[in-house]
């Protein structure tokens, strides 16, 4: 499995160009992007440029995310599909196959209208991306008090998710696979053991804190290994169902983290050291 960064936990990593070459330093393989900023960078610096610095420094992107807003009105939605569909070309062109949204546990909305609606919706961002070869990875959120946050619930795990894939109905949807959330709402080996590889999109990584599973907050995580996450068996589930793609870290903190990029990256290539000698993985 690949190792990946995303810029959360990571600080002010600078431009695509700078956070790749950051990532690849450390050690890391796939970095997550924005999809306007590779579209800009492919613009100032030209495709075959863009190629050889990501094959130089042997990083790929690893994910970007769904530029069109599904949640709120369908005139936001409508505006923002021409962005999606510019960032999915840029990204198609340099071999990008995932795009990734999270899907929040209640919402303020009747909840079968709103799923009925976002079904529609990420129905129709499939379709786009589908054209330049990309996968939507929906991210269910597992944190008990976002459960309760708005006015009904919502879904939150992943056998709920992957029925609303089906639902769906788009063969290049999948899960965006979360150790946090898998932790949240009480996930085992077992559980991974029931998925295959092709469902899954994209995965994050990431600890928790040592309090009560329902005390878990969203936004107050740690790196690998400095929690009590069950990190080894979610790796070794991963791989024993033949999950090979990128493994980004993702670390949401109340604020932003203080000390440099360069010394969080190096803390997290230390963490994913860690926790892959554990599982076995190397």
Not at 32 to 51: F, K, M, P, S
Not at 70 to 84: H, M
Not at 176 to 186: C, I, P
Not at 253 to 274: G, K, M, N
């Amino acid at each position: 499995m690949i190792k990946g960064l995303t810029r959360a936990g990571i600080g002010e990593a600078g431009t695509i160009q700078q956070f790749a070459e950051l990532a690849s330093r450390f050690g890391f393989a796939a970095v997550d992007a924005h999809g306007q900023e590779l579209e800009a960078w492919i613009a100032a610096a030209g495709l075959e440029r863009v190629r050889g610095f990501l094959q130089e420094k042997q990083v790929r992107i690893g994910a970007i995310g769904l530029a069109a807003e599904w949640r709120q009105t369908e005139e936001a939605f409508r505006d923002g599909l021409p962005r999606l569909a510019a960032e999915a070309a840029a990204a198609g062109k340099l071999g990008v196959t995932a795009c990734c949204t999270h899907v929040l546990p209640s919402t303020d909305e009747n909840a079968a209208r709103f799923m009925a609606v976002a079904t529609r919706r990420l129905r129709l961002c499939a379709d786009i991306l589908e054209a330049y070869g990309i996968r939507l990875g929906l991210e269910f959120v597992g944190p008990h008090h976002l459960r309760t946050r708005w006015k009904h619930p919502f879904l939150w795990d992943a056998e709920s998710t992957l029925e609303w894939i089906d639902t769906i109905g788009k063969r290049n949807v999948g899960l965006l696979f979360d150790s946090y959330h898998w932790h949240t709402t009480g996930g085992t080996a077992a559980d991974i053991a029931k998925l295959r590889a092709d469902q899954i999109v994209h995965v994050h990584i990431n600890d928790a804190k040592d309090v009560p599973v329902a005390e878990v907050l969203d936004n107050d995580r740690v790196y690998p290994g400095e929690g009590v996450i069950d990190l080894t068996a979610f790796l070794q589930g991963l791989r024993r169902i033949g999950y090979a793609g990128v493994v980004a870290q993702e670390i949401l903190t109340p604020q932003p983290p203080a000390e440099a990029a360069e010394a969080l990256a190096a803390r997290s290539q230390q963490a994913f050291e860690r926790v892959y000698e554990k599982a076995g993985l190397g």
